[in-house]
């Protein structure tokens, strides 16, 4: 089973500054099969990022990702104050694919 | 536009089934893949499995001895059946869609329903 570790768990930034976050995977897998969300509470889940780096329709340009293999990565250029919540790197492997999310990093408000 | 509505009793006895359903509007369950996703409280997000609107169907190794997706394409409806719960299984239970036809394809969640809470408790 593939682990996905995101780090830092908390990552507390003002509005206008850069967020970058790190989501390792225990083991190589397809970058096809790597997205991130955002989450806020009481909400459905907000898809950010499929395919590892490709925005989803109405995601600002502000988010972007990238990587391969086991480390990929979110970047939030500016910090808008809709943007604090808690973000999941999700990943699927296996013929029939299987997913695993990772565990969360939070990014509050310092 | 897209929607997608979980349903379905809030209090569940342990030991009891969990049984949940999730409705499609504004779009044909005749394609892709449907599933369910949860979140225990103060938890990170776990996938439960997904139903394509054939009837294939792939769980969670976790959970796949007490899981069972079924679709309903009548209905636009497709539904979540937990055996045996403990109050392990207390958790926002979320349906969502995977805009996939084939592994060549990219595999994520794109729409989401708001979720539902269900607690395992006597």
């Known amino acids: 089973e593939i682990v996905l570790t995101q780090s830092p768990g908390t990552l507390s930034l003002s509005p206008g500054e850069r967020a970058t976050l790190s989501c390792r995977a225990s083991?190589?897998?397809?970058?096809?099969?790597v997205a991130w969300y955002q989450h806020k509470p009481g909400q459905a889940p907000r898809l950010l990022i499929y395919?590892?780096?490709n925005r989803d329709t109405g995601i600002p340009g502000r988010f972007s990702a990238s990587g391969s293999g086991t480390d990929f990565t979110l970047t939030i250029s500016r910090l808008e104050p809709e943007d604090f919540a808690v973000y999941y790197c999700?990943?699927?492997?296996?013929?029939?694919?299987?997913?695993?999310f990772g565990p969360g990093t939070r990014v509050d408000i310092k | 536009q897209v929607h997608l509505q979980e349903s379905g009793p809030g209090l569940v006895k342990p030991s009891e089934t969990l049984s949940l359903t999730c409705t499609v509007s504004?779009?044909?369950?005749?394609?892709?893949?449907w599933g369910w996703i949860r979140q225990p409280p103060g938890k990170g997000l776990e996938w439960i499995g997904y139903?394509?609107?054939?009837?294939?169907?792939n769980y969670n190794a976790s959970l796949r001895s007490r899981v069972t997706i079924s679709v309903d394409t009548s209905k636009r409806q497709f539904s979540l059946k937990l055996l045996s719960v403990t109050a392990t299984d207390t958790a926002v239970y979320f349906c969502?869609?995977?805009?996939?036809?084939?592994?060549?394809?990219?595999?994520?969640?794109?729409?989401w329903g708001r979720g539902t809470l269900v607690t395992v408790s006597s």
């Open positions: 969502a869609r995977v805009p996939a036809v084939t592994d060549r394809d990219y595999w994520y969640f794109d729409l």
């Open positions: 504004g779009a044909s369950i005749n394609s892709y893949y």
């Open positions: 139903i394509y609107y054939s009837g294939r169907t």
């Open positions: 083991q190589s897998v397809s970058s096809d099969y």
């Open positions: 395919g590892a780096s």
């Open positions: 999700q990943q699927g492997a296996g013929s029939p694919v299987g997913f695993t």
